[in-house]
């Protein structure tokens, strides 16, 4: 089995999944992706139904499928994964915000922010929610930088986000397993620039690019 990175190289990894599989919806290999290749802690969420809706039970549940059973999150093994999900179909997947930060801001603001550090070769992995909410995933303990910049930070074993296929969740930047995730500091000026730019007047877009690297790269 091989991974395929952003910048086109192939890595073996014998039997293990391939992140290949985060373009899917196959919540097994989503997860074994997740667990095996990322090393990231996974843990099972609600279950969504299409007929009946989040197992939660609340008829108002903002966000069915896509939060936890329990918190603390308490992750599974590998193993216990591929038969947790095996056992409960449609069940999200939850991660610890522990091998990274999780940045959240309004969907408009994470387009912004995404085309800007994409321009220069910065991808920063970004998970969309119905095109409401991005979660921007940063490097572990960084998030606090953005405190106070008018998005939310989950950082620590005390906080999760869900990931995809979740109910309503999908990636809009892969993450990779052979690049660091970036710094939150770095984010500082451009996050402010795409949260302004949500009023129209100092909105990121293709016909507003830059020639020179801005001074937050």
């Known amino acids: 089995m091989q991974v395929t990175h952003h910048d086109?190289?192939?890595?073996?990894?014998?039997?293990?999944?391939s992140l290949h599989a985060l373009h899917g919806r196959d919540t097994?290999?989503?997860?074994?992706?997740?667990?095996?290749?990322?090393?990231?802690?996974?843990?099972?969420?609600?279950?969504?139904?299409?007929?009946?809706?989040c197992t939660r039970g609340a008829a108002n549940c903002p966000s069915?499928?896509?939060?936890?059973?329990?918190?603390?999150?308490?992750?599974?093994?590998?193993?216990?994964l591929?038969?947790?999900?095996?056992?409960?179909?449609?069940?999200?997947?939850?991660?610890?915000?522990?091998?990274?930060?999780?940045v959240s801001v309004p969907y408009p603001a994470g387009m912004a922010l995404t085309l800007a550090l994409e321009?220069?070769?910065?991808?920063?992995?970004c998970v969309q929610q119905d095109h409401a909410i991005a979660v921007f995933l940063l490097?572990?303990?960084?998030?606090?930088?953005?405190?106070?910049?008018?998005?939310?930070?989950?950082?620590g074993a005390d906080a999760w986000t869900a990931l995809?296929?979740?109910?309503?969740?999908?990636?809009?930047?892969?993450?990779?397993?052979?690049q660091a995730l970036p710094d939150a500091a770095h984010l500082i000026?451009?996050?402010?620039?795409?949260?302004?730019?949500?009023s129209g007047s100092d909105a990121i877009n293709p016909g507003n690019q830059r020639r020179k690297p801005p001074p937050w790269l």
């Open 82 to 102: 591929a038969e947790e999900i095996e056992a409960r179909p449609g069940a999200g997947l939850i991660a610890p915000c522990v091998p990274f930060d999780t």
């Open 28 to 53: 097994r290999d989503c997860g074994l992706a997740y667990a095996q290749v990322l090393g990231w802690l996974i843990a099972l969420g609600h279950r969504y139904n299409r007929s009946k809706g």
């Open 189 to 198: 000026a451009p996050l402010r620039e795409a949260l302004r730019g949500i």
């Open 64 to 80: 069915p499928g896509a939060h936890p059973i329990t918190e603390p999150v308490v992750p599974l093994t590998a193993g216990e």
């Open 164 to 178: 995809p296929p979740s109910q309503n969740l999908r990636w809009g930047t892969l993450p990779t397993a052979s």
């Open 119 to 125: 321009q220069h070769g910065v991808y920063v992995p």
């Open 139 to 155: 490097a572990p303990d960084s998030g606090r930088h953005l405190a106070g910049q008018g998005v939310i930070v989950g950082s």
């Open 8 to 17: 086109g190289a192939l890595t073996s990894l014998g039997n293990a999944t």
